[in-house]
């Protein structure tokens, strides 16, 4: 079976199709206010833009930076993936230079990200292996970057996404909860999220979905007892296993 496909019998999806063009509108509207009331100090600016985004963008789409960025933010806030990105790449801006310094000092490097020994490990062979199986570069395709340890599917449509501008749908806990609290899907893990999104979301709206939900869950569609009454996609949402709300 395909490294990009997963297994499982439990999809569900939706009689009704949620109106996408209509609640991503009004994220990307609500994402929009939210950078305005950062600029202008009314709010963290750290909390406006993931900090994937923010690295992929100060370090011009690299591939490479894209790519440990988003190994580093798992399991990990935003902030503090920001910093330990900035740290290590500063250090080990291409594969080969990662690979000169030691798992220790790559692991002091990256601290306090959750699991900064394991991560460090990681990133260590998967900088072996990009430079002797890719020519140095991190590979454009789901597949390979699937093979590499420490890469599961969020980040491999991350690198996507964010180095190489390819169509893919990031599904992280955040998108996986929203999706299934607002009844757009039935799943149980956010694999099979990606798996229905990719049935029943437009094409269109692939990429931004991710950064959209990730923000949103971050400030009102929190895990628990959520800012219902500050949401702007209400009308399209069931708040399904929401018992307490503000």
Known sequence: MPVNKVKSKSYTHPSVQPNWDTIVGALKKWRKDLAKESLDGAYPSSKAVPSVTT?????????????????????????VTLKCSQALLANAPTPAKLLALTEKNI?????????????????????????????????????TLLTFPGVGRKTANLVLIEAYNKDGICVDIHVHRISNRCGWLVSKNPDETEMILRNILP????????????????????????????????????????????
């Open 107 to 143: 692991a002091k490097l990256v601290y306090p990200a959750g699991f900064y020994r394991t991560k460090a490990a990681s990133l260590k062979k998967i900088a072996a292996l990009i430079l002797e199986n890719h020519n140095g570069k991190v590979p454009s395709d789901l597949d």
């Open 55 to 79: 690295v992929a963008e100060v370090y011009k789409n690299d591939p490479w930076a894209v790519l440990v960025s988003t190994i580093l933010s798992l399991r990990t806030k935003d902030e």
């Open 203 to 246: 094409r269109k709206h692939w990429k931004p979905l991710n950064p959209l939900l990730v923000l949103y869950g971050q400030n009102v569609c929190r895990p628990v007892s959520p800012f219902c009454s500050r949401c702007v996609i209400a009308q399209h949402c069931k708040k399904i296993n929401v018992e307490k709300s503000r």
